[in-house]
Structure formats: structure tokens, C-alpha cells
């Protein structure tokens, strides 16, 4: 498994005018949704093309460092409702999620599963976008993420100089994180 700048148990994250909040914090306790490889009638998408937000309407600067034809792809699938639906249906479950990671920490629970977190080198905080010291955001972002290579007594952490989209901004790591795991899978070795 590769986790790529992955969210982690007690992670703050702006919620917009200077706030933040603990993922998990609001959880209210209902149920998260069984897997499942079938659609059902309930699961189509709730709201219309029409209706999506203009800000989906142009290419996220982030993505222009793809190639012309993956940027039309990328531009096409996020005007598709479904995938704006499930985008945002996950926030309604998620957070309790981090609410049981938050009740029971994690540790050990991938037990021998190969692992590498893939951290970013520089958080990136700001004290003037934040109601939390942006020492204190990336103190606990870095205890998080150290906490997220102990899912596995089979783990490492690699720190990269990228922002969050590593699978854009460094892509040759992300690969090779990916192939150093499968090999590890596939002689049932140690990373």
C-alpha cells in the first residue's frame, strides 16, 4: 500500500474565513456504507450538469501540467455529476471514519501489509490563514503522518519536496513507491 500525502488521524483542515477543524469532530455517529460493486437506483447522481458549480467549469491550474489530451479528459470527467456526487456524498461519511481512528488509534492494524507513506517535506501553513499556529499545524502534521507508517511493522516514510498532488507535482516517486511495494508483496519480503 502507498498513501500519498494521506489524511491521518487527528488532521486539522480549513473549513474557509481562517478556520479549522479536526477531522472527526463532527461525526454524528451514523453508519459508513458497505462497499459494493453495484449501482443502485438510490445511488444516481443528485444533482444535475446544469447545476454544478462554475468553478468546475475550467481546468484546475494543478492539472495543467498533464498533456493536452489527459487535461481534456481530466476537464471532462469533472463536469460529469456523478463524479462531483460522489466526491461530495463522501464528506458525509467520512468524518466518522476519523472519528473511530480518533476513539482507537490505528497502529498495527495493517499488521505486515508492505507500506510507504509518501509525506510531503513542508506543510505549507500559514499563521494568516488559520485560527491554529501554523508551527503547531505542522507539528501535528508531521506526528501524523509518522503515525501512519505505524499501521505496518512492514512501513517506511519517504519525504518528498512536493506539494499535496505528489501525482502530479512528482510522479516518477509516487511510481517507484508503487513498484518498491509491489515487489515487496511479491517476494513476501521486507521493504
Same mark, same amino acid.
Given at each position: 500500500?502507498?498513501?500519498?500525502? %494521506?489524511?491521518?488521524?487527528? *488532521?486539522?483542515?480549513?473549513?474557509?474565513?481562517?478556520?479549522?477543524?479536526?477531522?472527526?469532530?463532527?461525526?454524528?455517529?451514523?453508519?459508513?456504507? %458497505?462497499?459494493?460493486?453495484?449501482?443502485?437506483?438510490?445511488?444516481?447522481?443528485?444533482?444535475?450538469?446544469?447545476?454544478?458549480?462554475?468553478?468546475?467549469?475550467?481546468?484546475?491550474?494543478?492539472?495543467?501540467?498533464?498533456?493536452?489530451?489527459?487535461?481534456?479528459?481530466?476537464?471532462?470527467?469533472?463536469?460529469?455529476?456523478?463524479?462531483?456526487?460522489?466526491?461530495?456524498?463522501?464528506?458525509?461519511?467520512?468524518?466518522?471514519?476519523? %472519528?473511530?481512528?480518533?476513539? %482507537?488509534?490505528?497502529?498495527?492494524?495493517? @499488521?505486515?501489509?508492505? *507500506?510507504?507513506?509518501?509525506?510531503?517535506?513542508?506543510?505549507?501553513?500559514?499563521?494568516?490563514?488559520?485560527?491554529?499556529?501554523?508551527?503547531?499545524?505542522?507539528?501535528? @502534521?508531521?506526528?501524523?503522518?509518522?503515525?501512519?507508517?505505524?499501521?505496518?511493522?512492514?512501513?517506511?516514510?519517504?519525504?518528498?519536496?512536493?506539494?499535496?498532488?505528489?501525482?502530479?507535482?512528482?510522479?516518477?516517486?509516487?511510481?517507484?513507491?508503487?513498484?518498491?511495494?509491489?515487489?515487496?508483496?511479491?517476494?513476501?519480503?521486507?521493504?
Amino acid at each position: 500500500m502507498v498513501l500519498v500525502d %494521506a489524511a491521518h488521524e487527528g *488532521l486539522r483542515v480549513g473549513i474557509g474565513d481562517k478556520k479549522t477543524i479536526r477531522l472527526g469532530d463532527g461525526a454524528k455517529g451514523t453508519s459508513i456504507p %458497505a462497499p459494493r460493486e453495484e449501482f443502485s437506483a438510490s445511488d444516481k447522481p443528485r444533482v444535475r450538469a446544469e447545476d454544478l458549480p462554475q468553478e468546475l467549469k475550467t481546468l484546475d491550474p494543478i492539472s495543467t501540467v498533464l498533456p493536452p489530451d489527459e487535461q481534456q479528459m481530466h476537464l471532462w470527467a469533472q463536469l460529469l455529476p456523478a463524479v462531483y456526487d460522489a466526491q461530495n456524498s463522501e464528506t458525509e461519511w467520512s468524518g466518522e471514519y476519523f %472519528a473511530k481512528w480518533l476513539a %482507537a488509534p490505528q497502529k498495527g492494524t495493517l @499488521r505486515r501489509l508492505p *507500506l510507504i507513506v509518501l509525506s510531503r517535506a513542508d506543510g505549507g501553513y500559514s499563521d494568516a490563514d488559520s485560527d491554529i499556529p501554523a508551527a503547531q499545524m505542522e507539528k501535528e @502534521r508531521k506526528e501524523g503522518q509518522a503515525n501512519l507508517v505505524l499501521l505496518s511493522s512492514n512501513s517506511r516514510q519517504v519525504i518528498l519536496r512536493s506539494g499535496h498532488n505528489m501525482n502530479l507535482e512528482a510522479p516518477d516517486d509516487v511510481a517507484k513507491a508503487i513498484r518498491e511495494v509491489v515487489e515487496a508483496v511479491r517476494r513476501h519480503g521486507k521493504l
